[in-house]
């Protein structure tokens, strides 16, 4: 992963760390969670909720391979919450990173969907 990617998903993960680490969680079980009144909470929420579920990958033993499958949903997750951002954030700044967000993130799972591929999993 390049430096500009992880310096791109730590922003987005501390932008985004406040609002989700407020609400009760229990376990890994995020039915619990309440949304809030606004679509953007929601959105949030949502991608939150399916990022999580997707990645409780059955797990292979394979380090390489579980490392990958564990990882496609999760940078999928930062897309699903850098789209929230581009739909209803207003900030010229947050909506340039959310862009290279998406870009970033989506090149690098085509790249583990390859990997993975190749090695027929």
Do not use: C
Not at 20 to 49: C, I, R, V, W, Y
Not at 54 to 81: K, L, N, T
Not at 95 to 121: D, F, H, S, T, Y
């Amino acid at each position: 992963m390049s430096a500009k990617t992880i310096l791109i998903t730590t922003a987005l993960s501390i932008l985004l760390a406040g609002p989700l680490a407020a609400q009760e969680m229990k376990g890994h079980d995020h039915s619990a969670m309440q949304t809030g009144g606004s679509p953007s909470t929601k959105g949030f929420e949502d991608a939150n909720a399916k990022m999580h579920k997707d990645m409780a990958i059955d797990y292979s033993g394979d380090p390489d391979v579980d490392f990958v499958r564990s990882m496609i949903p999760h940078h999928q997750g930062a897309i699903d919450m850098a789209r929230v951002e581009l739909e209803h954030g207003k900030d010229p700044e947050l909506r340039k990173l959310a862009e290279a967000v998406i870009k970033a993130q989506e090149a690098e799972i085509a790249e583990m969907q390859a990997w993975l591929k190749a090695r027929g999993k």
